[in-house]
């Protein structure tokens, strides 16, 4: 992903979730998204079994400018 493209809250959201728990749960749960998150190289895993990649812990940790106002 571009250094310049930025991760939706939505995004960000299902890779917490993932982070914790190690699938999606409840209304993130979203082919699409999951689709799109493998193909970008930040999940690896099962369905049942989901895992962040380095790419993805660190996309999560840097966060996103989506998010920062909710900091404030």
Do not use: C, H, N
Not at 2 to 26: C, D, H, N, Q, V
Not at 45 to 58: E, F, M, N, Y
Request: glycine share 12%; hydrophobic share 45%.
């Amino acid at each position: 992903m571009p250094a310049e493209e930025e991760l939706s809250r939505y995004e960000l959201m299902a890779l917490k979730e993932i982070a914790m728990t190690g699938k999606l749960t409840g209304k993130s749960t979203d082919a699409a998204l999951l689709l799109r998150l493998f193909a970008q190289g930040s999940v690896a895993g099962d369905i049942g079994d989901l895992q962040l990649t380095g790419k993805g812990r660190s996309l999560l940790v840097r966060g996103s400018p989506a998010l920062w106002d909710m900091a404030a």
